[in-house]
């Protein structure tokens, strides 16, 4: 089967896998097809997935959250494999998929990120993630339980929850878990939690503009979230997280949101890595030693030779990447010349609780319920897109 015959295959359908199908099914213009593969039959909008008050009202409910294949890739010339990425062959152009070899003309590496517990004992064990849908999800439901119980203590203290990071992930699910209505959500007369940030040795949001960075930590405080700086977890007990200096935090629940990292399969592939095992790309973002593969989003380390900075990995950089992707894998079989990729920042914005949140745009920095109107505003014109597979 020559090259062109076999296609393109698209490995995830998050931010990144579904931009980079869409950019090459318009490129290619029927001409070659375009399969994506998942493990789930469902696209998740999982920058959202910080809403865990909305996801404790209905841990089962999916739909604020997933996008069926149905609706985000309703075109015929898409084509979609449910399953498990088992192993990449760059070799023999092939991957298995749920025992299933898949062969490809071009491959486009979009499986996104895990948790990263950076070997502290028990972190993975003893704390919640919603990196995932399905983290989300057990966060929600654990959540809700917490909340339903507080109500029947006979004593006066309140839920105590530990989130483990001070990047944008943390400081979103923190201020959210202290802001939401939670007897409205639960439907009887919760306590409020107590909710305490670590933010490790890293700076809070660090990298984040200093004026987003400030009016995020006031509305924090104002929200009453307390900060711990300047201290990393050494390890997590049941119940109690172990601080650098023995400093204990105990806790009814604990979220992890320290960092994330590439998934072994990615760590494992015979090509140049970066930090964090992410693939070190080319201006084409295509492997140097391997023609035709392709990496977007969060398994990518990618250096923009007009700044000489790395490319944040985030929805907004996955979602510019793709494109430029897409069009270079459908360049790469029509052997033309591929484009090089420059990315623009268009601005952060950080949700602070319900309600509120913190930004820059356009060099001007907003914060409170504008900048999360904001927010709001980008991610239901995404969804929106998304549902009708665009």
Known sequence: ???????????????????????????????????????????V???????????????????????????????PALGQIVGE???????RHCVRVSGEEVPYGALAICLGSVPAYYGVPGAEAETHQVYRMAGARRLGAALRQLEIESASWTDLRRPEVVVIGGGSTGTEVAAEIATVDWPTIVGVA????????????????????????????????????????????????PKVAHLEGGMRLPFDLAIWCAGVQVPPIVRALPTAHGRAGRLAVDEHLELPQWPGVFGVG????????????????????ALAEAPVAGRNAVARLQRKALQPFRYREKGVIVSVGVGRGAGRVAKVTVW??????????QQKEYARRVRHGR
């Open 190 to 237: 919760a306590r409020e939690p107590h909710v305490r940030l670590v933010t490790g040795k890293i700076p809070f949001l660090d990298g984040m503009p200093e004026g987003l960075v400030r009016h995020a930590r006031r509305l924090l405080v104002k929200s009453g979230v307390e900060l711990i700086e300047g201290l990393n977890v050494e390890r997590v007990e």
């Open 45 to 75: 909008l999982r920058t959202e997935l910080y809403e865990v008050g909305e996801i404790a009202r209905d841990p089962e409910h999916l739909d604020a959250w997933a996008v069926p294949f149905t609706q985000a890739l309703d075109d």
């Open 1 to 43: 089967m020559a090259t062109e015959e076999r296609g393109i295959l698209v490995l995830g359908a998050g931010y990144a896998g579904l931009s980079f199908a869409h950019a090459a099914r318009r490129a290619g213009r029927g001409r070659f097809p375009v399969t994506v593969v998942d493990r789930h039959p469902f696209h």
């Open 368 to 377: 409170g319920s504008p900048a999360a109107l904001l927010a709001a505003l």
């Open 298 to 317: 969060d398994v990518i380390e990618f250096k923009d030779p007009a700044t000489g900075m790395l490319v944040p990995a985030t929805a907004q950089a």
């Open 85 to 91: 990425v088992e192993s990449i062959d760059l070799e």
